[in-house]
């Protein structure tokens, strides 16, 4: 018995070397790409919408309509700092992020960049690439992360699920 035991110490202190030798054990928000942080609430792209629509307060805009991928419904909410499309999988189903797009300078990225950040501090953040047309995307999980650039200055960014 006193073997036994020893043994199965033995195996998870092996196991918790291993695992700190490889870098730790992926968080769920890891794997599902980018994060957007408001008011202490983040989400990930189809993560549940629940807590940040309840910390952004009413919109200033909501549009409904039916939704062509599930038998739910897709939503949009228009906040004064961000715009932020949801859906669900049933009329009124647990609804979920699809995209977010910054309206203001007042909201920013989880690593800092917000509108009329400048390219390099973009490519400080997220690494250097070659933008199209003045659109560099990064991918990350289930999430793509834009910013469009116009001279040197970043116009508009926006979360897309993928």
Known sequence: MK???GRWVSRLIILALVVVMLGGVKTEAASKGYVFKYKGVS???KGNAAKLIKKAGKPLKKKESKSCAYKG???VYQYKNFILATYSKS???KQYVNGIKFRTKKVATKEGIRLGSSLNDV???YGQKKGKFGVYTYKKGKCKLQFEITDGKVTTIQYVSR
């Open 91 to 93: 009329k009124k189903g």
């Open 43 to 45: 989400v990930t792209m």
């Open 73 to 75: 419904m897709d939503r």
């Open 3 to 5: 073997k036994e035991l």
């Open 123 to 125: 490519f400080a953040k």
